[in-house]
């Protein structure tokens, strides 16, 4: 009999294996592949010249608009189509999640619900981008050949690393709420899900902080 987890807040429940077939699903695969891909656009705005400085700069202004400035995704795209192109892919890949497990909207993530890192973090991610990367891909390159679906989990299995399936639920969870997050920063769009929910993951290591 499956495993039922539930979370003494919340009129939830759902089984342990529902949880894992999300986690090794192609729709979150996808996503996993997305926030590596939003690493990388980040890594190559700095190789075409754009200074740390300049985007965390950018960032901060963009903070401070609430929303109404986009000066680091204008930075950070090589172009708006690019741009424009990463954001509905990330809106289509996370609505085709939503639309396959639709119960992953009735677990209320707590905590960090906007999915949004601190300020500090955010400047972690460009300070530490090229060893944020390195690890990232040293780890999802052997999770290509293993099929543990998680390159920031180093040599432990998720349950491990986020302390409990329901801290995965909650992960998941998190990401689904994020699905049509489209503000100034989209390639920063719920990593914070991460130091949220996972914290002591090799790569969130690096930005959690």
């Known amino acids: 009999m499956d495993t039922v987890i539930e979370n003494s807040d919340q009129e939830i429940s759902i089984d342990e294996e529902t949880i894992k077939e999300m986690w090794y699903s192609p729709e979150w695969q996808r996503i996993v592949d997305q926030r590596r891909e939003s690493l990388e656009f980040i890594s190559q705005a700095i190789e075409r010249g754009i200074t740390k400085q300049e985007l965390k700069y950018a960032l901060k202004t963009d903070l401070n608009s609430q929303g109404v400035s986009s000066n680091f995704d204008d930075l950070v795209f090589p172009d708006s189509d690019t741009k424009e192109r990463f954001r509905n892919s990330i809106s289509e890949s996370r609505k085709a999640f939503v639309d396959k497990y639709p119960q992953i909207l009735t677990i209320e993530p707590d905590g960090n619900a906007e999915c949004d890192l601190t300020e500090n973090q955010t400047y972690r991610v460009i300070d530490n981008i090229d060893a ?64 949220e929910f996972c914290d002591q993951s090799t790569v969130g290591g690096w930005i959690c902080g």
């Open 132 to 195: 944020i990367l390195e690890q990232h891909d040293r780890r999802y390159a052997l999770n290509k050949t293993t099929g543990t679906n998680c390159p920031e989990c180093g040599d432990n299995p998720p349950e491990i690393v986020c302390g409990s399936w329901w801290n995965i639920a909650r992960l998941i969870a998190c990401n689904g709420l994020a699905s049509f997050c489209g503000g100034p920063t989209v390639v920063l769009c719920a990593w914070g899900c991460w130091c």
